[in-house]
């Protein structure tokens, strides 16, 4: 059964520092891995797709890597801002787009 | 934005009702996937339609049923609700990989 983990739980950094947020996963059998990004109360943002062949995708000031056998992924976040005070969700695909998500990372950045 | 609606924003039912949520995906999407997220938790997948078929469920009994329509719209139903049932209801519309959520439905049980 895919588990997904996140670490940290909850983070709170100063503007302006560079952040790695962390996601394993127990099996490494997946079609791709995704990072999203909710605010308190709302729906879920697509951040970035990793597929399972790829290492990595960029957009903008985040970076997302896949290592699929040691089933861990991280999310790079450079030159943070207040604005990026969100939950971060990894979720992998095992198939089928049906999504398993991990329990997140609570982001606050503080000016 | 999406394009993935879903109504109501929130409701308020009792232990033992019965509630309907809705969801309407972009046109094309013939995907639709609908996740529950209890407070501070991550999205749980409930079940997934494809064409107007259920295409897998998740760990949730058969009180939580759904329907998909041609117009790419889609129901949860939820019968004999239990307090646990508290949530933010998602759905998630998908063509590929790429999968687009709504906003969500806040469901408070009482």
């Known amino acids: 059964k895919q588990e997904v983990t996140q670490i940290p739980a909850a983070l709170s950094v100063p503007e302006g520092e560079n952040l790695v947020l962390n996601c394993s996963f127990t099996d490494s059998a997946i079609y791709n891995l995704q990072w999203f990004r909710q605010d308190p109360g709302k729906g879920l943002t697509s951040l970035l797709l990793i597929q399972s062949s790829q290492r990595e995708q960029t957009s903008g000031r985040l970076n997302a890597s896949l290592d699929k056998s040691s089933g861990r992924s991280t999310l790079y976040i450079a030159a943070s801002q207040p604005g990026d005070s969100a939950t971060y969700l990894c979720?992998?695909?095992?198939?089928?787009?049906?999504?398993?998500f991990g329990a997140g990372t609570r982001l606050a950045v503080h000016p | 934005e999406t394009g993935v609606t879903q109504s109501p924003t929130h409701l308020i039912k009792t232990r033992g009702q019965q509630v309907t949520l809705r969801c309407s995906s972009q046109s094309g999407h013939n995907t639709v996937s609908w996740y529950q997220q209890a407070l501070g938790q991550g999205p749980q997948f409930i079940f997934q339609y494809y064409r107007e078929e259920e295409n897998g469920r998740g760990n949730f009994p058969p009180r939580f049923s759904g329907l998909q329509f041609p117009n790419y719209s889609s129901e949860l139903n939820v019968n004999a609700l239990e307090l646990d049932d508290s949530a933010l209801y998602l759905c998630a519309s998908s063509v590929g990989y790429e999968q687009y959520f709504g906003p969500g439905t806040r469901l408070t049980v009482t």
């Open positions: 979720a992998v695909d095992g198939g089928y787009n049906k999504l398993i």
